[in-house]
């Protein structure tokens, strides 16, 4: 993994370039030193400097703390035969999950804590104030993850994402969407955090129980981010994170331009949908399905041959024939 390709750099980045260079080439991006000069960057210099900074503006405001046993070795995971997890989930405050970081720190085999996704606007809100990022060109509230040595599997999220490190160091190997069946993701239903993972253990790759894993490390680009870096992750991108420090907090800015023709549905709902759709449904019967998906979903010019007040569900839909359509959906569902 080592030899992966490097994620390309950006200097002196603002709005306008961001969008227009960054954006504009769907690649990841390091944005080198866009946080250097924030308040809480700089309170990071030192593992007590953010536990301080933090505790100082803590509303109290509580969520789940993930922690695991010093033998999991920072990996948030199933457990051996996936029956469950290797950690729990304990009640915290932003004060009390920096308290265990710095209780553990130093230890030669530290229990693993983790603080995941917190709602910055809740328990930090002064954090919004105190520390922006001008990016995006739209208002996104953080969230914040706070940790010690945390290994977080290759995953992908359905938003655009700005990561920026404030404390400790981080390594991200992130992949392109295609590489999805060589990462050889968990179940649907039952994840560590919420979106199915790769199954693989990147410090001790099982080529033979996974193939293809080495096709998906050519493909790979790594990034290794110091504090007041960020780095852009396009939509969908797959990505591995290990955070390297005893007492590591990133804060990190999702966002999805698209307009869907029915907000509030995902195209994993239809994904989902399709599973169970597909289930009863024989090889010979799946392979004719295939090509049709793949020209009336993924090919753009599917509908040109028809007048665009002709195209049905293909062309510009308004809100009555919406409405019908969510009706005979809800009808399906529900026999």
């Given at each position: 993994?080592?030899?992966?390709?490097?994620?390309?750099?950006y200097h002196d980045?603002?709005?306008?370039?961001?969008?227009?260079?960054v954006?504009?080439?769907?690649?990841p991006?390091?944005l080198?030193?866009?946080?250097a000069?924030?308040?809480?960057?700089?309170?990071?210099?030192?593992?007590?400097g953010?536990a301080?900074?933090?505790k100082a503006?803590?509303?109290g405001?509580?969520?789940?703390?993930?922690?695991?046993?010093?033998?999991?070795k920072?990996?948030?995971?199933?457990?051996?035969d996936?029956?469950g997890l290797?950690?729990e989930r304990?009640?915290?405050?932003v004060?009390?999950?920096?308290?265990?970081?710095l209780?553990?720190a130093?230890?030669?085999?530290?229990p693993?804590f983790?603080a995941?996704?917190i709602?910055?606007?809740?328990?930090v809100?002064a954090?919004?104030?105190e520390?922006?990022?001008?990016?995006i060109g739209?208002?996104?509230?953080p969230r914040?993850?706070i940790?010690n040595?945390v290994?977080?599997?290759?995953?992908h999220?359905?938003?655009?994402?700005?990561?920026v490190?404030?404390?400790?160091?981080?390594?991200?190997?992130l992949?392109?969407?295609?590489?999805v069946?060589?990462?050889?993701i968990?179940?649907?239903?039952?994840?560590?955090?919420?979106?199915?993972?790769?199954?693989?253990?990147?410090d001790?790759?099982d080529?033979?129980?996974?193939?293809?894993?080495d096709?998906?490390?050519?493909?790979?680009?790594?990034?290794?981010l110091?504090?007041?870096d960020?780095?852009?992750?396009?939509?969908?991108?797959?990505?591995?994170?290990?955070?390297l420090?005893?007492?590591?907090?990133?804060?990190?800015?999702?966002?999805?331009?698209?307009?869907?023709?029915?907000p509030g549905?995902?195209?994993?709902?239809a994904?989902?949908?399709?599973f169970?759709?597909?289930?009863?449904?024989?090889?010979?019967?799946?392979?004719?399905?295939?090509?049709?998906?793949?020209y009336?979903?993924?090919?753009?010019d599917?509908?040109?041959?028809m007048?665009p007040?002709?195209?049905?569900i293909?062309?510009?839909?308004?809100?009555?024939t919406?409405r019908?359509?969510r009706?005979?959906?809800?009808?399906?569902?529900?026999?």
């Amino acid at each position: 993994m080592e030899s992966a390709a490097k994620v390309r750099g950006y200097h002196d980045v603002d709005a306008r370039r961001f969008r227009a260079e960054v954006m504009a080439a769907s690649r990841p991006a390091v944005l080198r030193g866009v946080a250097a000069d924030w308040p809480a960057v700089r309170a990071g210099a030192t593992a007590q400097g953010i536990a301080d900074y933090l505790k100082a503006r803590d509303t109290g405001a509580g969520f789940d703390m993930l922690a695991g046993q010093p033998e999991i070795k920072g990996r948030f995971f199933y457990n051996a035969d996936m029956t469950g997890l290797n950690f729990e989930r304990r009640p915290a405050t932003v004060s009390s999950i920096a308290d265990a970081l710095l209780g553990a720190a130093g230890l030669a085999e530290p229990p693993t804590f983790a603080a995941q996704a917190i709602e910055a606007r809740a328990s930090v809100p002064a954090f919004l104030d105190e520390n922006r990022l001008d990016l995006i060109g739209k208002p996104v509230s953080p969230r914040l993850w706070i940790g010690n040595r945390v290994i977080v599997s290759a995953h992908h999220d359905m938003f655009s994402n700005i990561a920026v490190v404030v404390a400790g160091r981080r390594r991200f190997t992130l992949f392109p969407p295609d590489q999805v069946a060589n990462l050889h993701i968990g179940p649907f239903e039952f994840t560590p955090a919420g979106t199915p993972v790769s199954l693989i253990d990147f410090d001790n790759p099982d080529f033979d129980r996974f193939p293809g894993f080495d096709k998906a490390l050519e493909a790979a680009q790594i990034a290794d981010l110091e504090p007041g870096d960020a780095i852009y992750i396009p939509y969908m991108w797959w990505h591995h994170v290990r955070s390297l420090d005893d007492f590591n907090m990133l804060a990190n800015y999702w966002w999805n331009d698209a307009k869907p023709a029915q907000p509030g549905l995902q195209p994993v709902d239809a994904l989902v949908h399709a599973f169970l759709a597909f289930s009863g449904l024989s090889e010979e019967q799946r392979d004719a399905w295939a090509p049709m998906f793949a020209y009336m979903i993924f090919n753009k010019d599917a509908a040109l041959h028809m007048p665009p007040d002709k195209s049905g569900i293909r062309g510009q839909l308004s809100d009555e024939t919406k409405r019908h359509i969510r009706q005979q959906m809800g009808a399906l569902m529900t026999r």
